[in-house]
């Protein structure tokens, strides 16, 4: 059995990618409500964050080559610039910021794997070439077909979307809960990369030491964050 992807007059994979973010933000509402955050910190924060968001997201894969500028969403970038949103956010409203943050928190890998669903139909991030169960042909490319990393990504993601809500609604320690949940999402991220078709079959690819910088980056934010609250409520 395998998968053909249709040539489409226009790529659906901005509004997918929009999409997923408004959806995990939805999930991020509802969770908030659960923990009885304030609807004004709700609103405020999701705000704050969505820029924060995309903005970051774009700014990572804004490229300017000879082709002119290219510009595009990055998963790592969103990640980012949503716990940076969430930094802002707390120092801002100091209505219960380890709820606020464990909401959104876990809602990301949500979002990442919806988001994949945009990677499929638009052919960017496939698997190398596969002639086996579930192999993606594109229109653009008829004659080769790939492995389909986009659907395991959105598998995988979905997942690990699904841990984070139970580590979340039943830990106590939510700031402890955020930390297991990236400890999880970084090396799920990190493997993934070996099925992509341009990793380049070494130890530790480009796009491998992308996911530690940005893991990094969000392990770092998140522990100032929680310093920067414990020293404010002093």
Known sequence: MRIHIPEFVWSPYGLIVILSV??????????????????????YTCLLTFVCT?????????????DGIQIGFSGLGAVVGMVIGLFISSLIFKDKPDLVMASFICSAPLMYGLAK?????AGCCHGK?????FALIYHSSADESYFPAQIVDMAAFILVHIISLILITKMKNKVRAIYIIIAILIPVRFL????RHYHDGSLIASGQIS??????????LITIWKMVLRLSCL
């Open 129 to 133: 070439p596969y002639s086996g169960p």
């Open 192 to 195: 993934l990369e070996y099925l």
């Open 211 to 220: 996911v530690l910088i940005a893991g990094i980056a969000a392990v770092i």
């Open 54 to 66: 995309i903005a970051v997201s774009l700014l990572v894969a804004f490229k300017i080559s000879e």
């Open 117 to 121: 669903a945009g990677c499929l139909l």
């Open 22 to 43: 408004v959806i995990g933000f939805a999930v991020s509402v509802i969770l908030m409500r659960r923990f009885k955050v304030e609807k004004q910190t709700i609103l």
